[in-house]
């Protein structure tokens, strides 16, 4: 007997191909679990929603990550009726569709707001890792290559801690706030598969980079990656990055997903400026989505449910001051 979570799964993938990472069940069981609620909706005209609720007093707000599925505008007028019913104070989407998706989002009230996940990203088309490599930019194979020379090893495994620290380096050096290995351990755990590939200083035994990749419906994503900033010279970031990429290759994955890029056309004074020049060398295309769009359907909850929100910003900004 097919389970609940595999039926929800495969009507997904009926809706949409590859299906949504983050409309999946096990991604709805990693959010419950990091105190979400979450409502699984099957939608009038067939389409889906993994709803995540948050409440705040008496109001509740419904975020839908990477949906409604399929990503058109009959399925976010089923969930606006679903919401409605349901007593949402505020709905927030942010759909894998595109960008003309946000002609009929505005039409419906909805209004453009910060993004969660990345509005933009590159993903790769796999192909044996030989062919693979020659794909990439010269200076991404010199790097690959030279780390290689130079005695890194990559290790594939399931180290929330490692990426913890990796993170918290960035975190640092960047200022920016990142999941901490609470939230890595749960992806690890609840993820039908998600591994950590961490790049070595061999001799050394030195952790010198991490990325965090998960796999679902034939897609690769790099969720999350971080690296110490120690031994530039090793390469350890290119070949925690080249293991990551090439191993979903072999698998059998179809694409991989490099998980947020700057937008088209921002010039170096774009805080990603650099991160998207390090991608744009593994090739892929650019592919942009039509970001989040938030509707209010009670302007007294959704006010609440925004102070509470600049509430909680403010106390990351001070721990972030104070550490």
Not at 19 to 29: M, V
Not at 90 to 114: D, H, Y
Not at 180 to 195: F, I, M, Q, S, V
Request: charged share 25%; net charge neutral.
């Amino acid at each position: 007997m097919m389970s609940e979570a595999s039926r929800w799964d495969g009507e997904l993938e009926e809706r949409s191909s590859p299906a949504p990472l983050l409309q999946s069940w096990a991604w709805g069981e990693v959010q419950a679990r990091a105190g979400w609620s979450v409502e699984r909706v099957r939608l009038k005209g067939g389409a889906m929603a993994s709803v995540q609720v948050r409440s705040v007093g008496p109001a509740r707000e419904a975020y839908i990550p990477r949906g409604p599925v399929p990503a058109t505008g009959e399925a976010v007028d089923a969930l606006v009726e679903w919401a409605r019913d349901a007593r949402m104070a505020r709905l927030l989407v942010e759909p894998e569709g595109p960008t003309a998706l946000e002609e009929a989002l505005s039409e419906r009230r909805f209004a453009a707001t910060a993004p969660t996940q990345p509005q933009h990203t590159r993903i790769i088309e796999l192909r044996p890792p030989g062919e693979l490599l020659k794909s990439f930019r010269h200076g991404r194979r010199y790097n690959i290559r030279a780390g290689l020379r130079r005695g890194v090893v990559v290790k594939e495994g399931k180290d929330a801690a490692e990426l913890g620290r990796q993170s918290a380096a960035v975190e640092r050096r960047e200022s920016i706030h990142l999941p901490d290995r609470g939230y890595y351990a749960l992806l690890l755990e609840l993820l039908p598969w998600c591994r950590t590939y961490v790049a070595y200083q061999e001799a050394a035994d030195e952790a010198l980079a991490t990325v965090l990749v998960a796999r679902h419906a034939g897609r690769a994503y790099s969720l999350f990656a971080g690296r110490s900033g120690a031994h530039p010279e090793l390469m350890g970031n290119d070949l925690a990055w080249w293991s990551a990429i090439s191993s979903a290759a072999e698998a059998g994955c179809r694409d991989f997903d490099l998980w947020g890029v700057p937008p088209p056309g921002a010039g170096p004074d774009h805080p990603w400026h650099g991160l998207g020049f390090f991608k744009s060398e593994f090739g892929g295309e650019e592919v942009t989505y039509p970001g989040a769009w938030e509707l209010v359907l009670s302007g007294a909850g959704a006010k609440l449910i925004a102070l509470e929100k600049k509430s909680r910003a403010y106390v990351r900004g001070l721990k972030r001051n104070i550490s």
